[in-house]
């Protein structure tokens, strides 16, 4: 079994220059742009700042979360992230700084809450990023490993062990980690609790040789065929990779920057409503001139009610001046139709004082409970000791015993015949 001498092992971790941080007091870092950033917040750290259990001898497992921000600000600069999966496990801030945030240090407020004693600590990260000849390495590919979270690949040990797969596939001078983003921030769905899936995690390295040929067979005809037919390609470099990693050829890029062309995209002018991007906000003096809403009140309230108290006038006018009454009515209707009209009244009384004078029996519904003529009480229609389980459901006037006679109303005058 052969063995790397230790001339070896450093010439070889000197290809790797992702910078990884372990300390958390107030202290300086120097990342460099294009490169990977990783900077762990590690719980025992802050453990010492708390007070301890109250009985000697228990161990101290206190939950502790982190929170980040820029000094001054709410949140985070925008190409530093912060991921802590549990209140027992160590923080992580990653990234990768661009060229455009060179020689500008970020201070970054760490406060640690301890979620027993609900005590805080903090300190201070000043992070100075550096720029550098040798990055960013113009030949980048990212990948898409499918079994890991982005906290398992931020282990420095992990991510070693990934960027040593991709330098023997690879063969590249120098190599690096450039960026590494949790599938949910691409718009990944949140796995199942089962069988222990993970969100997956993108991570791009970049390379100073052009791409080999087994990252090359990925853009054959016949593995883009498959990659439609959501099978898995057939990448000859693929085991290399696959006792640890398991990666998603169908979603691997490759760019050459030296062939990108640059898209300059050109912002208008900004208008009077947008701050500059220096300076300090001057409010408008005090001494403004008072507005006068007299006009106002003229167009919203007196000229609707102008309008309408119009209406109300024509309104009455023509329900009370224009009414004609009776007697008009009369004398501007012809004689012909009057006397019609007077007979179809006398008609009409006439046929109901008749209606009053037929012999026949009222409706039950119609009977009093007692008799209108002698005030006599009607007795009821059944007896006390009336069966009323064997009546018929259905029964006529005819049938009942005690039906009771209505006395007739006679007229006063003449009899009809």
């Not at 300390?23 to 990977?36: E, F, I, T």
């Not at 009222?362 to 000791?385: A, K, Q, R, Y």
Request: charged fraction near 20%; hydrophobic fraction near 35%.
């Amino acid at each position: 079994m052969c063995t790397m001498s230790a001339a070896a092992v450093a010439a070889w971790l000197g290809t790797v220059v992702t910078i990884l941080s372990r300390s958390h007091a107030d202290r300086n870092v120097y990342p460099s742009a294009g490169v990977l950033f990783v900077h762990v917040l590690e719980r025992e750290h802050f453990k010492g700042e708390f007070p301890p259990y109250p009985k000697s001898g228990d161990a101290s497992n206190d939950p502790i979360t982190f929170n980040t921000n820029l000094m001054g600000y709410p949140d985070r600069p925008g190409w530093l992230r912060y991921i802590q999966r549990t209140p027992h496990s160590d923080g992580v801030l990653y990234g990768s700084p661009t060229a455009e945030h060179v020689g500008k240090p970020s201070v970054i407020e760490i406060t640690a809450y301890n979620r027993r004693t609900f005590e805080t600590a903090r300190h201070n990260l000043v992070i100075n990023i550096m720029a550098t000849e040798e990055f960013p390495l113009p030949y980048q590919a990212e990948f898409y490993i499918k079994n890991m979270n982005v906290e398992e690949m931020l282990a420095s040990e992990v991510l070693g062990d990934f960027l040593g797969a991709v330098k023997n596939v690879w063969q590249p001078e120098r190599l690096n980690a450039i960026n590494i983003t949790s599938a949910l921030d691409r718009g990944g769905r949140v796995p199942l609790p089962i069988n222990n899936l993970k969100e997956g995690v993108y991570v791009m390295v970049g390379a100073d040789v052009p791409f080999s040929s087994c990252l090359r067979e990925v853009e054959s005809p016949h593995n883009q065929l498959r990659c439609s037919q959501e099978m898995e390609p057939a990448i000859s470099c693929d085991k290399k990779f696959r006792a640890q990693f398991h990666i998603d050829w169908c979603k691997i890029s490759l760019v050459d920057i030296n062939k990108v062309v640059p898209v300059y995209i050109t912002r208008p002018d900004p208008g009077t409503g947008i701050l500059p991007e220096f300076g300090e906000y001057n409010p408008p003096s005090e001494s403004l001139r008072s507005r006068d809403y007299f006009s106002d009140f003229l167009v919203t309230l007196a000229v609707p009610a102008a309008v309408a108290l119009v209406l109300f006038f024509i309104l009455g006018y023509t329900m009370c001046c224009r009414r004609e009454g009776v007697e008009k009515r009369n004398m501007q209707t012809p004689d012909i139709q009057l006397v019609h009209h007077s007979s179809i009244q006398k008609s009409t009384k006439e046929l109901r004082s008749m209606s009053k004078n037929r012999e026949i029996s009222w409706p039950l519904s119609t009977l009093p409970v007692f008799n209108p003529v002698s005030g006599e009480v009607v007795p009821p229609i059944h007896p006390d000791n009336y069966e009323t389980t064997s009546m018929p459901l259905m029964q006529t006037q005819a049938n009942l015993q005690n039906q009771i006679t209505i006395p007739q109303q006679r007229p006063s005058g003449k009899w009809y015949s």
